[in-house]
């Protein structure tokens, strides 16, 4: 990942301050893949725009609130982006379902759920590439969150995060880039 | 969706509209929160499909999903999509009118501190930024150059605090994003309110402490930011413009010597206008506008009432609360916005200095009062078709944005009837 606008750390912070440049680089560096993972699970591509703006807005107004589990903002950014294009998902299973009897909505919900069980993986096909570059424990929270359907907050608890934790995972990331940028400059 | 997702300019064309539409969105939050109707969302989503129909591409830029708040003077600017790179969802600059030698209005607070942008800083130091010319600008003339918005800055003048600023002449408004072609630097100083710090600015951790310059990995604009407290004041220093126009080691002289500046300046003097304390409840706001005439001008039976919030904190929000210039805004199922009113107390002076920039043109409104004044700013076409109404009311500014001209009219009209109540 490209830092030198800065971790997505430090860009959470800046925009917990109001920084819309922050957020312009956020934009920048992860839109593309939930770009393309909305487009997996969308219905249409107006639904991908609007899951995908709704996405970043809801990282804007919750900036203060987030917990990064290692170093990338992306796992967090994919889970609210499926939790977005679910709620479409449901408005619009909602509309058809005034058309529809009873019997026949609850067989659509469990067809539904059976999809998306056995589908998340595959929801998953285009941004494969971004997530095998994440830090190991970015990429397990992937899994949990987007394969197995744990809550974000739940599987940071698994994987035993703490607020200390992040900020020494910040703070090793700093470290690294520093080294990265010296060995450009020798 | 079974189809594979875009790539290449089809992708390029989709991140930049969504940027932009993000950008606009968060940008008015919580100053005006004037998000995306369900118009635009309507029209992008038509355009939407006729891009997958196969029409020509760049059809989703000529005719676009329109971000409220845009602004542009030069229609042909319209049909010219903004290289991806760029952040901004600012359709053109408008190159602002030449500074006023004292961006002096009548009316305006006079600084607490007792500083002038002309004794601030030693021009020499301004100069060494940059390694192109730079002049003192009117910051809220260059604001008003964009966007159909109250500038944001305005409330720290509200408050007695101090803004200056030296660019290239571009109007840019940091709410919509900004300008590749703006060079320029703002120093901002907000008095710490005499109840202290607000309690949003606790819990976001300001005022805070940081001076730094950040280098775009690819293209974008070198940012040169500084926060910090001094004394009772929330020193607040941005500059910004393409790399080649920042000279970054002078960056930190010029810091400190607004700090030593500010801090010999020494604390604030009294308020002179009573302090606002936390955020008034929505409820306020039919005062403003009753919520019934919201719902009938608009067409908007599920319209609810809200004041902005969220998406952290800062110095201009930190004033423009203390300022009691926190305005309202009425929103469809928490997400689209029929309307918004904003104000500045005490501000028809800024209201003046927002004409310079010659953005507006007149309106003849029903219930405007001989000494009052009202003007119009819209988004041009193909960049939506919002429009905001600024009134000059006895002392104060108000900015009433519609989701069109005639609902912006009606809607400045039922927000004179209130204030003649």
């Given at each position: 990942?490209?830092?030198?606008?800065?971790?997505?750390?430090?860009?959470?912070?800046?925009?917990?301050?109001?920084?819309?440049?922050?957020?312009?680089?956020?934009?920048?560096?992860?839109?593309?893949?939930?770009?393309?993972?909305?487009?997996?699970?969308?219905?249409?591509?107006?639904?991908?725009?609007?899951?995908?703006?709704?996405?970043?807005?809801?990282?804007?107004?919750?900036?203060?609130?987030?917990?990064?589990?290692?170093?990338?903002?992306?796992?967090?950014?994919?889970?609210?982006?499926?939790?977005?294009?679910?709620?479409?998902?449901?408005?619009?299973?909602?509309?058809?379902?005034?058309?529809?009897?009873?019997?026949?909505?609850?067989?659509?919900?469990?067809?539904?759920?059976?999809?998306?069980?056995?589908?998340?993986?595959?929801?998953?096909?285009?941004?494969l590439?971004?997530?095998?570059?994440?830090?190991?424990?970015?990429?397990?929270i992937?899994?949990?969150?987007?394969?197995?359907?744990?809550?974000?907050?739940?599987?940071?608890?698994?994987l035993?995060?703490?607020?200390?934790?992040?900020?020494?995972?910040?703070?090793?990331?700093?470290?690294?880039?520093?080294k990265?940028?010296?060995?450009?400059?020798? | 969706?079974?189809?594979?997702?875009?790539?290449?300019?089809?992708?390029?064309?989709?991140?930049?509209?969504?940027?932009?539409?993000?950008?606009?969105?968060?940008?008015n939050?919580?100053?005006?929160?004037?998000?995306?109707?369900?118009?635009?969302?309507?029209?992008g989503?038509?355009?939407?499909?006729?891009?997958?129909?196969?029409?020509?591409?760049?059809?989703?830029?000529?005719?676009?999903?329109?971000?409220?708040?845009?602004?542009?003077?030069?229609?042909?600017?319209?049909?010219?999509?903004?290289?991806?790179?760029?952040?901004?969802?600012?359709?053109?600059?408008?190159?602002?009118?030449?500074?006023?030698?004292?961006?002096?209005?009548?009316?305006?607070?006079e600084?607490?501190?007792?500083?002038?942008?002309?004794s601030?800083?030693?021009?020499?130091?301004?100069?060494?930024?940059?390694?192109?010319?730079?002049?003192?600008?009117?910051?809220?003339?260059?604001?008003?150059?964009?966007?159909?918005?109250?500038?944001?800055?305005?409330?720290?003048?509200s408050?007695?605090?101090?803004?200056?600023?030296?660019?290239?002449?571009?109007?840019?408004?940091?709410?919509?994003?900004?300008?590749?072609?703006?060079?320029?630097?703002?120093?901002?100083?907000?008095?710490?309110?005499?109840?202290?710090?607000?309690?949003?600015?606790?819990?976001?951790?300001?005022?805070?402490?940081?001076?730094?310059?950040?280098?775009?990995?690819?293209?974008?604009?070198?940012?040169?930011?500084?926060?910090?407290?001094?004394?009772d004041?929330?020193?607040?220093?941005?500059?910004?413009?393409?790399?080649?126009?920042?000279?970054?080691?002078?960056?930190?002289?010029?810091?400190?010597?607004?700090?030593?500046?500010?801090?010999?300046?020494?604390?604030?003097?009294?308020?002179?206008?009573?302090?606002?304390?936390?955020?008034?409840p929505?409820?306020?706001?039919?005062?403003?506008?009753?919520?019934?005439?919201?719902?009938?001008?608009?067409?908007?039976?599920?319209?609810?009432?809200?004041?902005?919030?969220?998406?952290?904190?800062?110095?201009?929000a930190?004033?423009?609360?203390?300022?009691?210039?926190?305005?309202?805004?009425?929103?469809?199922?928490?997400?689209?916005?029929?309307a918004?009113?904003?104000?500045?107390?005490?501000?028809?002076?800024?209201?003046?200095?927002?004409?310079?920039?010659?953005?507006?043109?007149?309106?003849?409104?029903?219930?405007l009062?001989?000494?009052?004044?009202?003007?119009?700013?819209?988004?041009?076409?193909?960049?939506?078709?919002?429009?905001?109404?600024?009134?000059?009311?006895?002392?104060?500014?108000?900015?009433?944005?519609?989701?069109?001209r005639?609902?912006?009219?009606?809607l400045?009209?039922?927000?004179?009837?209130?204030?003649?109540?």
């Amino acid at each position: 990942m490209d830092e030198s606008d800065g971790t997505d750390a430090e860009l959470l912070k800046r925009l917990a301050a109001g920084d819309q440049r922050a957020l312009a680089v956020v934009f920048d560096r992860h839109a593309p893949a939930v770009t393309r993972y909305a487009w997996a699970i969308a219905a249409s591509r107006m639904d991908v725009e609007e899951i995908v703006q709704d996405t970043f807005v809801t990282m804007w107004r919750k900036s203060s609130e987030i917990t990064i589990a290692e170093a990338s903002l992306l796992p967090w950014l994919l889970v609210v982006c499926r939790n977005l294009g679910r709620n479409t998902a449901r408005k619009a299973a909602r509309h058809q379902a005034d058309e529809l009897d009873e019997t026949s909505t609850n067989r659509g919900q469990a067809l539904r759920d059976h999809h998306e069980a056995e589908s998340a993986r595959d929801d998953l096909r285009w941004v494969l590439a971004e997530i095998e570059r994440l830090e190991p424990i970015d990429r397990r929270i992937c899994e949990l969150c987007l394969i197995d359907g744990v809550p974000y907050a739940e599987a940071a608890k698994q994987l035993g995060l703490s607020v200390g934790a992040v900020k020494q995972r910040v703070s090793r990331s700093r470290t690294r880039l520093k080294k990265a940028v010296t060995l450009d400059e020798i | 969706m079974r189809s594979e997702p875009p790539t290449g300019d089809e992708l390029t064309r989709m991140l930049v509209s969504m940027k932009r539409n993000v950008l606009e969105q968060v940008g008015n939050e919580p100053a005006t929160a004037k998000r995306l109707s369900r118009t635009d969302r309507i029209v992008g989503g038509v355009l939407a499909g006729a891009l997958l129909a196969g029409v020509a591409a760049g059809a989703a830029f000529v005719f676009g999903l329109a971000p409220l708040g845009q602004y542009s003077m030069d229609p042909a600017a319209t049909t010219s999509p903004k290289p991806v790179t760029s952040p901004s969802p600012t359709p053109t600059p408008t190159p602002t009118p030449p500074p006023t030698e004292e961006p002096a209005a009548p009316g305006m607070p006079e600084s607490r501190y007792g500083l002038t942008c002309e004794s601030l800083v030693d021009p020499a130091l301004v100069s060494d930024l940059f390694t192109t010319d730079v002049a003192p600008a009117d910051p809220i003339v260059t604001a008003s150059g964009v966007g159909i918005a109250v500038p944001r800055i305005t409330s720290i003048f509200s408050v007695g605090g101090t803004v200056c600023e030296w660019s290239n002449g571009v109007a840019e408004n940091d709410q919509y994003g900004w300008e590749p072609e703006y060079v320029g630097v703002t120093v901002s100083i907000v008095p710490q309110p005499v109840a202290g710090w607000s309690e949003r600015a606790t819990q976001y951790g300001m005022p805070d402490d940081r001076s730094r310059c950040d280098v775009p990995a690819g293209d974008g604009p070198v940012l040169c930011a500084g926060s910090q407290v001094v004394g009772d004041a929330w020193l607040t220093v941005v500059a910004h413009g393409e790399p080649s126009v920042i000279d970054q080691p002078s960056w930190q002289p010029f810091y400190d010597a607004i700090l030593e500046a500010v801090n010999a300046a020494g604390p604030a003097a009294a308020p002179t206008a009573p302090e606002q304390v936390g955020t008034p409840p929505a409820e306020d706001c039919e005062a403003v506008l009753p919520l019934d005439t919201v719902r009938s001008i608009t067409g908007a039976p599920d319209a609810e009432p809200q004041r902005a919030g969220g998406g952290g904190w800062s110095a201009w929000a930190e004033a423009r609360q203390t300022a009691g210039d926190v305005g309202c805004l009425w929103s469809i199922l928490d997400a689209d916005t029929a309307a918004s009113v904003d104000w500045v107390n005490d501000g028809r002076w800024a209201f003046e200095r927002m004409l310079q920039a010659g953005t507006t043109s007149p309106v003849e409104l029903a219930g405007l009062s001989a000494d009052d004044a009202a003007v119009l700013r819209c988004n041009v076409d193909p960049y939506g078709d919002s429009c905001a109404i600024d009134l000059g009311v006895g002392n104060d500014w108000y900015n009433v944005a519609g989701t069109d001209r005639d609902s912006a009219i009606a809607l400045a009209e039922a927000v004179l009837a209130q204030l003649q109540r």
